[in-house]
């Protein structure tokens, strides 16, 4: 392949946290940040402590900028808890982890955005002053919150997700109607060669950036390449509840699946090589190969063969 030319594709790509970051990041390994821009879900944002918390958001910026924790998939490297520990003493809320480093970015964050700016420029302040060049792009500027239906009743996403650990089985999820995207990620959409589905959860982290208009309409009509990363691989996610989800909606758990849940608007599909020969859809080009990213050079070598594949398939 013709790697100088790989370069100089324009790559969109729509990431929740972990599985979304970790995409992202193998695409910033290897193209310059002008041409990279992550579209990013908050339906799981919400305000805590006074604060706004963005989870996927903030998961996206500090694995670009090489900050996060690798064994939670959330917050900050070398965190402390202090702050925590003395709310705590205090009789506040403990049940969603702040720590001290990542409380900074919460503090400033609400501090811009209670004198008036917009998510997507609070968003683009903390990247610059954490070294970011990539755009990482809130999908709206409004709030467009997630809603979890349970048995035990209709849930906040925050509150599913972490206060009761995903384990209330899911009936179904609620998404806001009347969200609109930023004309940033307009923009970013129009401008691309290739939109890639990153392996995040379809019901919890995709669904709710397509769901905000136009964004759905806009990669269906757009004449550029749709590629789809599977998050489940082997009958499993490799992180948090999609595997579940799936079962719990009456799906199978399996690559095919997942690439059904997004139907026609994806031209291309990767999904792992153990799962090889599972995806009889003669409409989808389909890639198969090892998608555990496990280190940042599983990222980029995964991101490579996005590129690679997708200009294959350009070229065509
Ligand atoms: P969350 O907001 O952190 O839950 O983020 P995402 O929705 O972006 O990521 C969760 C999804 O990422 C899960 O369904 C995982 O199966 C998937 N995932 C995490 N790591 C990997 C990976 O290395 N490879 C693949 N293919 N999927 C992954
Ligand atoms: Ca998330």
């Known amino acids: 392949m013709n790697h100088a030319f790989i370069s100089q594709l324009k790559v969109v790509v729509l990431a929740g946290g972990v599985g979304g970051a970790k995409l992202a990041d193998g695409f910033a390994q290897l193209l310059p940040a002008a041409n990279l821009a992550v579209i990013v879900n908050t339906g799981d944002d919400f305000q805590h402590l006074g604060l706004t918390i963005c989870p996927d958001l903030d998961t996206v910026i500090y694995t670009l900028a090489g900050l996060a924790n690798p064994e939670t998939g959330w ?3 070398g965190e402390s ?3 925590m520990a ?4 205090l009789a506040g ?10 409380l900074a970015t919460h503090l400033v964050r609400s501090h811009l955005l209670a004198a008036g700016a917009t998510l997507t420029e609070a968003t683009h302040h903390l990247c610059r002053h954490l070294g970011l060049a990539a755009a990482v792009l809130p999908m709206s500027n409004q709030p467009a919150p997630t ?13 599913w997700f972490v206060e009761r650990q995903w384990q209330p089985a899911v009936q179904g999820i609620y998404l806001p109607e009347d969200v609109r995207a930023t004309p940033q990620v307009l923009w970013a959409l129009e401008k691309a060669d290739l939109i890639a589905i990153a392996p995040s959860n379809p019901f919890v982290s995709i669904n709710p950036i397509l769901n905000v208009y136009p964004i759905r309409a806009m990669i269906t009509d757009l004449p550029q390449l749709v590629i789809a990363v599977s998050p489940i ?4 996610a490799v992180k948090g509840p ?15 699946a997942v690439a059904n849940v997004y139907g026609e608007l994806i031209d291309a599909f990767v999904y792992d090589e153990q799962d090889a020969g599972s995806l009889d859809n003669p409409e989808l080009a389909t890639l198969t190969t090892n998608i555990l990213m496990q280190s940042p050079a599983d990222r980029r070598r995964l991101a490579a063969q996005i590129l690679d594949f997708s200009m294959e398939l350009i070229d065509q």
């Open 75 to 77: 917050g900050r490297a």
């Open 81 to 83: 808890w202090r702050t």
């Open 86 to 89: 003395e709310v705590g003493r």
């Open 93 to 102: 809320p403990t049940w969603f982890r702040l720590g001290d480093l990542d």
């Open 147 to 159: 809603l979890v239906e349970t048995g035990e009743g209709v849930l906040s996403f925050q509150t």
């Open 233 to 236: 691989i082997g009958g499993k």
């Open 242 to 256: 999609a595997a579940k989800m799936m079962a719990e909606l009456g799906m199978e758990v399996t690559p095919a």
